[in-house]
């Protein structure tokens, strides 16, 4: 009877609220301990500029296309990672452990940070053996040394020279839709020479607890603003890893 209730009230709840929340299940390990594969979460939609660092958001998938130096962004598939850096933020990775600089609380999962600072340091490649947005030429940012990166704001604008161009090159081509080229120490965008790019978008730097098999903005790049669904506001279903027991409203954001 009580597990009838909560399936009314859950039912009901997204009914009243269908324009302000969604239901999403949790599909990778990515975000473990926190989430858990199966998990049922109720998501606030993402329509303000509320989200701040270490919410969970979902977010449409973005993934690396060859030759592992753009992005694309589809809509066909959503990902769960937590928020670490926001628009105008600048960060980096120090021996392993995630900084914002001039925000001094802790970032993401700690104890996974610990074991990243350990281990051995390497450059990213995910999964398929597919190498980072940012590792390239004169880029050598690793799971334990990352930046300092800008993460770009909407209507701010950056130096664009011979250096800079690499870390903000699938960005630019995404929100241009033309590709960028060096040429004798010279940056062009498409047949145009630049040295300064204003941005149409606000971004954000998102990972995974689960560090170790999280593919995230370390390797794909920043989030743009437009494909944040919503971000997580507590899990109302869980099958619990060690005891396969169920619980329902099990609050953990």
Not at 66 to 74: A, K, L, M, T
Not at 154 to 164: E, L, P, R
Not at 177 to 190: A, D, R
Request: hydrophobic share 45%; with cysteine.
């Amino acid at each position: 009877i009580r597990l009838l209730y909560i399936i009314i009230f859950v039912i009901v709840l997204g009914e009243l609220f269908f324009n302000n929340y969604s239901f999403f299940r949790i599909p990778t390990t990515s975000m473990e301990p926190t989430l858990f594969p199966g998990d049922r979460v109720l998501v606030t939609n993402f329509t303000t500029g509320d989200i701040v660092h270490n919410d969970v958001i979902v977010f449409n998938m973005p993934f690396l296309k060859e030759p592992f130096d753009s992005i694309v962004f589809c809509s066909d598939q959503y990902l769960v990672k937590r928020c670490i850096a926001l628009p105008n933020d600048t960060f980096e990775i120090k021996g392993g452990f995630f900084r914002v600089h001039g925000y001094k609380g802790l970032l993401g999962n700690m104890k996974q940070q610990k074991l990243v600072s350990k281990g051995i340091d390497t450059v990213m490649y995910n999964n398929n053996n597919q190498i980072s947005v940012f590792q390239a030429k004169n880029k050598f940012w690793s799971v334990r040394e990352f930046g300092p990166l800008w993460v770009p704001a909407k209507n701010m604008t950056v130096v664009i020279d011979s250096a800079s161009w690499i870390v903000y090159k699938a960005l630019i081509e995404w929100e241009q839709k033309k590709k960028m080229h060096l040429k004798l120490n010279k940056v062009y965008l498409g047949d145009s020479l630049i040295n300064a790019y204003c941005f149409m978008e606000d971004y954000y730097f998102v990972a995974g607890d689960n560090l170790p098999v999280s593919v995230d903005s370390r390797y794909w790049g920043v989030l743009p603003r437009s494909f944040i669904v919503g971000k997580v506001a507590f899990v109302w279903f869980t099958r619990r890893k060690e005891t396969k027991n169920i619980e329902w409203m099990f609050l953990k954001m």
